[in-house]
């Protein structure tokens, strides 16, 4: 159940693990305890659905586990109609190029502050969460122009969204950014209507996003654009040494 991450390990300087898929089962919760105390890892990530809460209650009653978020995924149906509204005309949307790619970084690094499970846990350094968003940023954009877009106004770069499209055809979003300078501008909207403009042409039918329940102004910005609620999950942090300390 519990699988090594090396690339978080890695970044984070200490050995991290994931339970993987959600814990829905009592039976289920026995084993990833089992299986935590007898594993190296520093660090294990578990999920649970939010509708489990005596689950939930159970796993934080844990020596070392900490409830770092509540995973919110969304979905937008890509071929249904819904007027975007205006875009202030100062505001220009492109595909991204490749030479966008570090000052989507620098974007990156500082404009997730506080707002995901990596920030609020004290056990994991703000440094090198600055540094995870900017290295993810970047990598998307690289590997991806065609589905990543960046908004320009007067003062530069102040916002970014990078998008894939699986095998399958699934399309989901990566990363969607704006500058906290720039907030309030309809950076964000602007951003999601066209990239959702993008994958309609590619012949995609639905995107999916993820954010934090804790994020209530990316809540918004999604349910506003026409994101409708699909699941909502706890994310629980589970320190073998009670919180990294």
Known sequence: ?????????????????????????????GRLMDELHGCDEDLVYAFLPLSRMDLISSLLGTRGARLADVRVEMELDLQGSRDSGEIPGELVFRNARRTDSGEAAELASRCFRGGTRFYRDPGIDNGLCDLLYGTWAEKDILDGEDTCLV???????IGFC???VSDGGEARLGLIG?????????????????????LREKGCSKLAAVTQLYNTGAVRMYGRAGFLLRSATAVVHLWRNSGGS
Do not use: N, Y
């Open 1 to 29: 159940m519990i699988e090594h991450l090396a690339w978080d390990s890695d970044h984070f300087g200490f050995s991290i693990g994931s339970a993987g898929e959600p814990v829905r089962s009592s039976a289920e919760l």
């Open 151 to 157: 908004c320009l106004g007067e003062e530069g770069l």
């Open 162 to 164: 990078t998008a894939a």
């Open 178 to 198: 704006v500058s906290p300078e720039a907030r309030g501008r309809g950076v964000g909207k602007g951003l999601l209507g066209s990239v959702a403009g993008i």
